[in-house]
Each structure stands twice: as C-alpha cells, then as structure tokens.
C-alpha cells in the first residue's frame, strides 16, 4: 500500500510522491515499534487502567470530546491533502455520533465547532513557513499528526506537529498543556519515528492546542529535539518491553499504580472498577459500558 502525500502546500506546489505505510517497522539493532505511544502511556500510569481503557468505559451520558478530536484531524488532513474536507469530516461525525441515545450535542453543533475552527487552525499551520511532507502518517501503531520540512535549513530537517482538541479549556490549563508538552511521551515518541523513518534529524517537535469554546483559541509551542531524542530512546526501549511482558496477564494479576488512582482532574474514571468491583468485569457491568469506539 502507498501513502500519497503533497509537497510544497505553502508555495501552492502540486508536487506529488509515495511512501509505504509501515504496519509494523523496524528499527535499528531489529527493535520492533508495534505499540502506539498512547496505549503505553495508559498502561504505564497504570497497567489495570491501560487493560480497561482499552475495553470499558463509563456509563452516562455521551460527550463528543474524542469524536470532536477525530473529526478535526480528518478536516485538517484532508485540507492540507486537498481532499474533501466537509466530506471527510461529516463522514467521521456519522461513525462516532451515538444512534442508541439523544445526546445534548447535536451534529450541527458539532459540526459548526469544527468549522469555526479549521480555518484558524490552517492559518498556523500556513505561518510555519515549512513544506508539507506527510499527514496522518502511519509508522507501527503510531499515527504522526503531521510532518513538516525547513528547506531553507542546512540538511533541509524535520519538524513533527501534534494537534490536540480540546471543547472547552482555561486559560490556566491550556497554558499547563502546552508546558508539559516538552516532555510528552507520545510526541517524543512520533519525533523519535519519524526520524528513523526519513532517515533524517528531526530539528524540533511541535504541539498545537484547539480550544473549541467558547470562543476559538489555537495555542502552539515548539521545543529542540536535538539534545533530548536520545536521552528518551534509551527510557522507551525499557518502558515499552516492561509493558510488553504484561500484556498476556488477567486483569486479576496486573499491577495497580495507587498513586494515581487520584490525579490533577478527581478520581480515575475506573475508579469504581478497582475499588467497587474488585476488578471483576462481571460486577462491573453495570457501572461500565463495553467501549464503543476506539481512543484516538
């Protein structure tokens, strides 16, 4: 399978070539990238709320804050590709928006939200001054928001740009956001593949923030590569093979990380899974709903 990507979206250049899609990739000495960043981060804060997040969630009423996430990064993607954007976007509204209940939030609203909000998110990216390279790109199980290139640097490097929605944030913690992206594993994690991936340096990493309401605010922060990459590599290797060896235990048998059963925004939300249910999935049937869509 190829991957097609646009070159030059700034300078309006048509240039067009294709990459394979890597499903699982191998990296240098035959490490095998097969886990994406955002599954080992769940099981790294606790290995019993990384098994359940990938399976339960909480019953109660429906938000659209992952829908609204999924439906912002097809619009983006298919912008800078110069696909149909409204196409795309409302046919990621229909996958995600529940048919078994009437949410608050109706399509329309949903989709006027986007809207609002894309073209101010495309000026962003537009003021970057770089060349599109890749959106949306798959590396193992990792989904790279968006990848750019400084032509006018020597040896022409990389930036890596994660996008992340939020509907509704204060200026306090949209502002705590941004700070601790500097050390966020997933985007570390996108920087370190997509470096190995071109087979070219990766100058800087990039986090953007989408705040939806209640008025459109785009916050964007870029950090040096250069001398933390390595540092974090040799952390990740040690961490992803400490997961790995817990993959196959029974929910009974895994860790729980106590410590975080309270965190910067209350309780866990498999709190009462833990300490109600005793991690018995039958008893927690009626305090949880099998997951009906997949986390982005």
């Not at 097609?4 to 309006?12: A, K, T, W």
């Not at 608050?104 to 390279?133: D, Q, R, Y």
């Not at 049937?285 to 009906?292: A, E, F, S, T």
């Amino acid at each position: 399978m190829d991957f097609e990507v646009n070159l030059g979206f700034v300078l309006g250049v048509g240039l067009r070539f294709s990459l394979p899609v890597c499903s699982v990739y191998s990296m240098p000495g035959g490490y095998l990238v097969a886990m994406s960043p955002t599954k080992l981060m769940r099981w790294l804060t606790c290995p019993t709320f990384g098994y359940l997040d990938e399976r339960w969630e909480p019953t109660g009423p429906w938000t659209p804050n992952r829908l609204l996430g999924m439906m912002m990064h097809t619009a983006i993607n298919a912008s800078l590709t110069h696909q149909d954007a409204p196409g795309s976007t409302l046919r990621e509204l229909d996958r995600g928006y529940p048919t078994d209940e009437e949410p608050v939030w109706t399509k329309e609203a949903l989709l006027t939200l986007i809207n609002k909000a894309l073209p101010k998110v495309l000026g962003v990216i537009e003021n970057f001054g770089e060349s599109f390279l890749a959106s949306e790109l798959t590396i193992g199980d990792g989904r790279v928001d968006l990848v750019t290139q400084r032509e006018q640097d020597k040896g022409q490097p990389l930036v890596v740009t994660d996008f992340k929605t939020s509907l509704q944030l204060s200026t306090y913690l949209a502002t705590k956001n941004m700070a601790e992206a500097q050390s966020d594993w997933q985007l570390l994690d996108y920087t370190w593949r997509v470096s190995e991936y071109y087979q070219k340096p990766v100058i800087a990493r990039r986090r953007v923030l989408i705040v939806l309401t209640p008025q459109v605010k785009v916050y964007c922060e870029t950090f040096d590569t250069t001398t933390t990459l390595d540092m974090w590599r040799r952390t990740m290797l040690k961490e992803e093979a400490y997961v790995e060896s817990l993959k196959d235990l029974p929910l009974a048998d895994l860790p729980m990380r106590t410590t975080n059963c309270y965190g910067r925004y209350g309780k866990c939300r498999f709190y009462e899974f833990c300490w109600i249910a005793g991690k018995d999935e039958q008893r927690a049937g009626g305090l949880y709903n099998h997951r009906r869509i997949e986390s982005i």
